[in-house]
């Protein structure tokens, strides 16, 4: 069996901080082993601001609303 540890790309994304993960698991322990490997030899990228998912969630619904007042 092959193992994916250092040969591909694995991107993770969370909107959660790892030290908000135990509420997800439910297990302290499972969330510091998978804490843990998912963090060594990586790059862990803290980014902050606005989500442009909901941003465009929005505008998107705005338009449907506009669109149902106008008909």
Known sequence: MLLRAGRKLMIIT???SF???KE????PLLTVVLTDRFT???Y???MSGS??????TKEGLELQHRQAVQN
């Open 14 to 16: 969370s909107n959660l």
């Open 19 to 21: 030290t908000d993960w």
């Open 24 to 27: 997800g698991f439910h297990v």
């Open 40 to 42: 060594h030899k990586s």
């Open 44 to 46: 862990v990228l803290n």
């Open 51 to 56: 989500s442009y998912r909901i941003q465009k």
